[in-house]
């Protein structure tokens, strides 16, 4: 009896919302919709230290890398939309990040139920009925904010060393994105 107790608690663990473990090789898969087209991109995880290298690939075609700095990534206020250039690492700004927020907006998102970035308010969403953000057999455990001067949705992982953007939905500069899979 007790054996059955302790794989049936197993059993519903594993289906509990999950933070994956983000460290170098980690691939995130994501779907952006463009202005009317879809391109799937994949991002793996080069370096995660003080700074983020993501290095992306769109479809065996073409692939670059994204280099969020120390304090970009510590603090940083905007998302770059900038559109890759292949074989290419892109230096963000000192303020910029890409696919992710900073760790300061987070803790600022967590503590205030709020945060800004990009010069837009968002506002934590407390809906206990919204549907769980799933990523391939993943079910995230994601923070839910929606703007207030501008449209826009992000869905962000729960979690103060890598707050992934999970989902971009209504973004103002029409570049809307999803997470579907971490390996």
Not at 142 to 152: F, I, Q, W
Request: aromatic share 10%.
């Amino acid at each position: 009896m007790i054996f059955l107790s302790l794989l049936s608690l197993l059993v519903i663990q594993s289906k509990a919302q999950q933070i994956p473990v983000f460290k170098a090789g980690t691939k995130i898969e994501e779907r952006f919709l463009l202005y009317g087209q879809t391109v799937p991109m994949t991002l793996t995880i080069y370096t995660i230290t003080d700074s983020v290298q993501l290095d992306w690939t769109i479809r065996g075609l073409a692939s670059g890398s994204y280099l969020i700095s120390a304090a970009g990534f510590e603090n940083g206020t905007k998302i770059n939309f900038v559109q890759p250039a292949a074989l290419t690492v892109l230096r963000l700004a000192p303020d910029e990040t890409f696919g992710l927020i900073s760790k300061s907006a987070f803790k600022t998102l967590k503590e205030n139920k709020r945060l800004v970035y990009n010069n837009t308010t968002y506002l934590l969403q407390e809906n206990s009925k919204e549907k769980p953000f799933k990523a391939g057999d993943l079910e995230l455990d994601v923070l839910h904010v929606v703007g207030v001067e501008e449209a826009g949705e992000l869905w962000i992982l729960n979690d103060p060393e890598f707050p992934l953007i999970c989902q971009f939905r209504n973004n103002p500069v029409g570049i809307d994105f999803m997470v579907t899979g971490i390996k």
